[in-house]
């Protein structure tokens, strides 16, 4: 018998049925085409529940991983998740801050977090991002990014079906351009905007 559950692209399948933001599991379908099946360490910045690690962890069973978030409610939910895998340390962290000394990384991600630090804090935060991959290593960032204007934005909004409720005062949005240039200032090589639909966008750069 073939388990289909073994399957990224089943997982994402069901996902995109369950998932209430439109078109997320798309972004997430390119990150995880882009996130080498070899990699041996990952960072998690902001993991959430760690629907995100948990995506490559499927086709990346024995990667050693760490998941930082600040939340008590999203790191119990995650250290849930990952009960019983030894291969993932889920770890209490503010974005805010500097990142804590944990050695070096194939690959970092991260899933709508960063947009919630101040711009100064996400330019800095990607340039402790490039210090901690390996040479070759890959940051992806499926990311909440700032609208060109008003009219785009109103159409997202309604688009996710919050038109009528106020904006959130913790989201501190930035277009995609300015962060893709600062990964290249940065350093970082390959860098784009890999997957874009309305105010969801993944950025890639590759040390």
């Known amino acids: 018998m073939v388990n289909l559950w073994s399957s990224a692209e089943h997982a994402l399948r069901y996902l995109s049925m369950a998932d209430a933001i439109p078109h997320r599991t798309e972004g997430e379908g390119v990150l995880l085409e882009h996130v080498p099946k070899t990699v041996e360490r990952i960072l998690d910045l902001g993991t959430g529940s760690g629907r995100l690690l948990s995506l490559l962890k499927i086709d990346r069973p024995h990667a050693q991983s760490i998941a930082l978030d600040f939340s008590p409610t999203m790191l119990e939910a995650a250290r849930t998740q990952f009960a019983g ?8 962290h503010n974005l805010d801050d500097p990142l804590p000394s944990m050695g070096r990384f194939d690959a970092v991600v991260s899933s709508f977090a960063i947009h919630h630090l101040t711009h100064a804090r996400k330019r800095s935060l990607y340039s402790e991002i490039f ?53 290249r200032e940065i350093g970082f090589e390959d860098v784009d905007c890999y997957w874009k639909w309305l105010e969801l966008a993944l950025l890639i750069g590759v040390k």
């Open 131 to 183: 210090d901690v991959l390996e040479p070759g290593g890959i940051f992806c960032n499926l990311e909440h990014v700032a609208s060109p204007n008003a009219k785009v934005h109103a159409r997202f909004r309604a688009a996710i079906g919050i038109s009528e409720q106020p904006e959130d005062p913790s989201n501190q949005l930035l277009d995609v351009e300015t962060q893709l240039q600062w990964l």
């Open 85 to 92: 895998d030894d291969s993932v340390r889920v770890a209490a």
